[in-house]
Structures are given as structure tokens and as C-alpha cells.
């Protein structure tokens, strides 16, 4: 089983449109968890970090319960500049911050 | 923020030849390095880990033999891909974290490998 699995996608969706991503991790030892966004052919770029309490950036939100080992991140308001592939991303303790990568969730907002 | 450069951004090898590939923080430095590889519509893997001033310690089913990684300074680790074979042809990509600055990952661009 893969530490890190996502939806599979594609999410195709409408600009102005809210979409949600989910994420389960296998290793209960997993310490800190992030969304990357990655373009196509690009090195990932950190979106935001996912925090216990649930945390909020301008239009996306991210949220985490530890109990389920699930995380998601929604989307509010999407623009076509959102359109990118999500990585759920995990780093588990004793790894030494080596981060462990979803396969990542497309996403393509038209107009 | 914090920058990595990793050089060549993209290269074409024949069979049986070497690369390698440079990853450079600009900016901070790091004990710690860390090389991905991502085939097409895969998720990036871990590769190995880059000690600085010590050997690299690499995943399972990743030959230290043909992928070696140097990190002789705080600023520079390299991946040389030895005897290059066309399914070594994938998307490499560098990480660090910068020393003293919490835990965010900072990425290299990715040199995108063909071999032929």
C-alpha cells in the first residue's frame, strides 16, 4: 500500500467553482503534512502546511484529522491560474525530513 | 525565501554515458540534500538522502552504484548517473532544507533526463 494516496483525478471545473481534494496517509508516525502545487514540468512549490486545528489562505483551506489519517484541501472561488497538479505531502518522523509525495490530484479550471 | 539551483535543467545522453546533475542552495545552506526522480504521471520518489561530508544514504531498490551523489559543502550536493540507460530517463529534482529555518522543503528546478 502507498504511504501517500490521493483522488486520482482529473478534476475538470469551472472558474468560480469550489473543489476539494482528499488525501489518506498509512504511517500513523507522520509528523507534519503539506499541499505542494506542482506545474506541469516544474519543480513542486509549497501551497500551504496542514495543521491539526485546520488552516486557512486566502481562498484554500486545508484540514487535517489525525484520527482517520486523512487530509484534504479546498478551494474556493477557482481560478484559472489554480489549474496545476496537488501533492499531498508527508513527512513521518525518523525520515529526517525527507518528504514522501501523493501521486497528485489534476486539476483544470476552464472558463 | 530560500533558492536552489539545480543545473542542467535539461540533458540528452547517449547509452552508456554519465551525467551529472549539480543542486546548489543560493542562499542558506544544508547538511541535508535530498534527490527525487518522477517518471510521467508518477508521484515524486525518494531517491536518497545527501549527507553533507558523509555517504549518502539511498532507498531501497536505488543501485549507489550507478546514481552517485557527492555533497562536499553546505551549498552543493551532485547526482551522477552512471552508464545511462533510457529507463533511467525521468525528471530528477533536488530538495533542501535550509539549516536553522524550521522544516519547509525548498525544491531545485528538476533536470528532465533523456537518454537514447
Known amino acids: 500500500r502507498k504511504e501517500v494516496e490521493q483522488d486520482p483525478g482529473p478534476f475538470n471545473v469551472p472558474e468560480g467553482a469550489t473543489v476539494a481534494f482528499n488525501c489518506t496517509y498509512s504511517n500513523s508516525a507522520s509528523q507534519s503534512f503539506f499541499w505542494y502545487r506542482q506545474d506541469c514540468r516544474k519543480e513542486p512549490k509549497l501551497l500551504m502546511s496542514?495543521?491539526?486545528s485546520g488552516n486557512e489562505d486566502g481562498r484554500f483551506t486545508a484540514q487535517l484529522n489525525r484520527a482517520s489519517q486523512y487530509i484534504s484541501l479546498l478551494i474556493r472561488d477557482s481560478k484559472l491560474s489554480d489549474s496545476a497538479t496537488y501533492l499531498c505531502?508527508?513527512?513521518?518522523?525518523?525520515?529526517?525530513?525527507?518528504?514522501?509525495f501523493g501521486k497528485g490530484t489534476s486539476l483544470l479550471v476552464t472558463p | 525565501g530560500a533558492v536552489v539551483s539545480q543545473h542542467p535543467s535539461w540533458v540528452i545522453c547517449k547509452s552508456g554515458t554519465s551525467v551529472k546533475i549539480e543542486c546548489r542552495s543560493l542562499?542558506?545552506?544544508?547538511?541535508?540534500m535530498f534527490w527525487y526522480r518522477q517518471f510521467p504521471k508518477q508521484s515524486l520518489m525518494l531517491m536518497a538522502t545527501?549527507?553533507?561530508?558523509?555517504?549518502?544514504?539511498?532507498e531501497q531498490g536505488v543501485e549507489k552504484d550507478k546514481f552517485l551523489i557527492n555533497h562536499a559543502s553546505l551549498t552543493l550536493s551532485t547526482l551522477t548517473v552512471t552508464s545511462a540507460h533510457p529507463e533511467d530517463s525521468s525528471f530528477y529534482i533536488c530538495?533542501?532544507?535550509?539549516?536553522?529555518?524550521?522544516?519547509?522543503?525548498?525544491f531545485g528546478q528538476g533536470t528532465r533526463l533523456t537518454v537514447v
Open positions: 530538495s533542501a532544507i535550509p539549516l536553522g529555518r524550521g522544516t519547509e522543503a525548498f
Open positions: 505531502v508527508v513527512n513521518t518522523k525518523g525520515s529526517g525530513y525527507a518528504l514522501n
Open positions: 496542514v495543521y491539526s
Open positions: 542562499d542558506f545552506q544544508a547538511t541535508t
Open positions: 545527501s549527507n553533507e561530508g558523509s555517504k549518502a544514504t539511498y
